[in-house]
């Protein structure tokens, strides 16, 4: 396959070298269901709301009114009851209801502090929320009517000079960003700078049937700017025109080698695609499932990765070509956090590149969480 070099105004080289390529194919996955809330952060926490400092009202000192000198008929057994042993766990509420103040902490890096997010779509499928990725320290969930100051479009040349991309090919609206591909190969691209040296990034995104010049594309690129050497990481890439099978191509080394896995699915549906980059590994996920990781360090990047969102044309054969679109509902980016991933050791090696391409179990609640994985030789 070729590389997604050529961002932006930099011309790329279309790649020959797939060396030490390893194939990973998994089983159908099924498109993400809508969820009515996220669980990345926990539910607001009703009962301190329920303990609020209005409960000792129920033991004012009204009560010995009660107690006057014609009570002692009233001071029957049952009396105590009102002021049983139970009492106390209304008057318990002044630790409970400071415990809420953590989620209104001001946003930032850290995912102690950072925003709860809203509720999202795809939610229960989303992989920070099967592995706890907590807080993200960058949103965009594409609920205005034009790209936010975050993210710069491309304006330019296409991939591999071929085409052109353009600002114009891009769309916000009713919560979606759209990238339109055209028939003559104008297109769009763009780059949430700045990155991070290692972390997780996720994006819930549809790829309709298109074209078969037409590539959707989710990577990490290089803050620097200097690839190949700074590495790429395609952790989406629709190049089946069906939109029925999805590749990652981690990209290293100055001459552009290339270790590459796919998976079937039906990517024309709504799916939460996700990658986690550590020292020790980078792991590729579709809804909250592992689907391919290496952890040979030799072929890592060496320096801080941004995100960005691509719809490539690959311009092949001849006649006209079908406009075509991807679709992504938001994009998050967590720190990598203290545990540094989940990946780490694994259970068993199939395939790559000096057997650093494994199927990862650890972290993984009862060994769930992983796609079957098929490895074929290049």
Known sequence: MRSRSGRGLVGGTVCGFAVATATLVGTTVAAAAPAAASAACPPAAAAPVAQSPTAPVAQSPTAPVAQSPTAPVAQSPTAPVAHSPTAPVATAAPTAVTAPAGPSAPAGPDPATGPCPPADAGADTSTATEFGWGRPNRVDEFDGTALSDEWEPYDGPGHDHEGRRSPAAITVKDGVLTVNGSADGTTGGMAWNPGQKYGRWEARVKAPAADPSYHAVLLLWPDAEDWPVGGEVDF????????????????????????????????????DWAVEWAPDHITAFVDGKQWWTTTDTSILPPGPMHLTIQLDWFPEGEGEVRASDMQVDWVKQYPLGAEQGRAGKSDSTEGGRDGALVHATEGVPDGAGLLPLVTRTP
């Open 236 to 271: 989406m890439e629709d190049s089946d025109p069906t939109r029925q099978s999805t590749d990652v191509f981690l990209h290293y080394g100055a001459d552009n080698q290339q270790v590459q896995g796919d998976v079937a699915v039906d990517a024309t549906q709504w799916h």
